[in-house]
């Protein structure tokens, strides 16, 4: 099992850039794919970005290609999420799980949940 905490969140205006951190306990944490999600105010949760197991195949949401970035280190138990050219759409609360990846923009969560970290983008 894989328990997510996440961090580094905050308030930042448009244009600026935030590195998120997920940091997951539980010895099979690399025989996992992990994957961001975000959920606005009123809204559902969504899926943001997914990385495999060996950190080489990536999957996004259309809305966050070419400014979001996700990486990993399976010896530091880590999933990151680089956010430049923020916008005030991408004010949200962001979770971090282990995932199923669909495709190359699609992940399901397959983990519970961590606390968040909110992100808010100023216009």
């Known amino acids: 099992q894989v328990q997510p905490v996440e961090s580094g969140g905050g308030l930042v205006q448009a244009g600026g850039s935030l590195r998120l951190s997920c940091a997951a306990s539980?010895?099979?944490?690399?025989?996992?794919?992990m994957g961001w999600f975000r959920q606005a105010p009123g809204k559902e949760r969504e899926f943001v970005a997914a990385?495999?197991?060996?950190?080489?195949?990536?999957a996004y949401v259309d809305s966050v290609k070419g400014r979001f970035i996700i990486s990993r280190d399976n010896a530091k138990n880590t999933v990151w999420l680089q956010m430049d050219s923020l916008k005030p759409e991408d004010t949200a609360v962001y979770y971090c799980?282990?995932?199923?990846?669909?495709?190359?923009?699609?992940?399901?969560?397959?983990?519970?949940w961590g606390q968040g970290t909110q992100v808010t983008v100023s216009s």
């Open positions: 799980a282990a995932v199923s990846m669909l495709g190359f923009n699609k992940a399901i969560p397959i983990s519970s």
């Open positions: 539980g010895r099979t944490f690399s025989s996992y794919a």
């Open positions: 990385v495999d197991w060996n950190g080489r195949t990536t």
